[in-house]
């Protein structure tokens, strides 16, 4: 049963991440493996990068703004820059964040950078952008999956969250372009006791299906941005233990990522144990969401030079994590 559950993980991991990147995506998964398990070199399955703190909406549960001091948002030279140095140390896949990516008006010009060094591309988006002619020329781009938000199967509901009227429709519009366009999707959800008590998950995860979702992601609340310091749990432990036993599916539903996020049974984290790094739209680089000192800014020698003197890429902790806010 077990074996088949992993089997499941690996064909959604090459329906989401793989197939569209190619063959090229294979030197990089071996290289990355190799530095890794037999170097022991902690390289970051991927590296996120906000390439701006715009946005749209102006959602309840909003972490972006943890991710940024306040600087100067990253030029296209910049992004680029991280691109070239995450590539350079191993990582297999770049991710696109914001704020709202698709605010960017080179946001295809930086995927097709990412793309055209054998990287795996995904961005995240709310989908007021995501039409056909965009989707299109991030498919172009060589874009490998796109993530859109939908925190509610009830638009109206969705719409208040977010505070941007038909913002509903419009993500649901967009999870139908992508999978017409043959872009996998994933819908990517906002998990509460209420979502899970209710039976709006549930509700969800049927109505990704119906759009022709690839894939359903199911995030944890982070008490960083709008709701640091809040003092009452949004997800209890016992629904996450729910989540786990009742909705997580191999073939279709995660949490976080489906690299290795319940495989095994339990919630892991992806920070911990250094598979990823997330760049703020100023340049400053954080271990995770929550971390509330930066590692370093890529604008003091790069990506490399602020993971290499942080110590981040050797074993042992990470740095600059502070796990008490989840």
Not at 13 to 21: D, V
Request: hydrophobic content about 45%.
């Amino acid at each position: 049963m077990k074996t088949a559950g992993h089997t499941r993980r690996l064909l959604l991991l090459y329906r989401i991440f793989a197939r569209r990147a190619g063959l090229w995506l294979l030197p990089r998964l071996a290289r990355f493996a190799f530095l890794r398990r037999v170097l022991g070199r902690r390289v970051p399955v991927t590296v996120m990068i906000a390439v701006t703190c715009r946005c749209q909406c102006d959602c309840a549960h909003c972490s972006a703004s943890a991710l940024t001091d306040g600087g100067a948002e990253l030029s296209a030279a910049e992004v680029k820059g991280i691109i070239a140095d995450a590539a350079a140390l191993g990582a297999p896949k770049i991710g696109f964040t914001g704020g709202e990516p698709l605010l960017r008006a080179d946001l295809a010009e930086l995927t097709a950078c990412a793309a055209g060094l054998g990287l795996s591309v995904s961005i995240d988006t709310n989908g007021l952008l995501l039409d056909e002619k965009k989707a299109l020329e991030l498919k172009a781009a060589g874009i490998c999956n796109i993530n859109i938000s939908l925190d509610s199967p009830e638009a109206r509901r969705h719409d208040r969250l977010r505070n941007v009227p038909g913002c509903f429709d419009a993500a649901l519009a967009a999870v139908k372009t992508c999978a017409a366009l043959g872009i996998p999707c994933v819908v990517s959800t906002y998990l509460t006791d209420k979502a899970v008590a209710e039976g709006r998950l549930e509700a969800l995860i049927a109505l990704a299906r119906s759009a022709g979702a690839s894939a359903v992601r199911a995030l944890f609340p982070i008490y960083a941005g709008k709701l640091h310091g809040r003092s009452r749990p949004l997800l209890s432990a016992a629904h996450k233990r729910l989540f786990f036993e009742k909705y997580a599916d191999p073939g279709f539903v995660y949490s976080e990522s489906p690299l290795f996020d319940y495989l095994d049974g339990s919630v892991q984290c992806t920070a911990a144990r250094k598979m990823s790094v997330y760049v703020g739209a100023d340049g400053s680089v954080r271990s995770c969401y929550v971390s509330p000192k930066p590692l370093g800014n890529v604008r003091d020698g790069g990506l490399a030079a602020v993971l290499e003197r942080a110590g981040y890429l050797s074993g042992g902790p990470g740095p600059g994590l502070d796990c008490g806010a989840c």
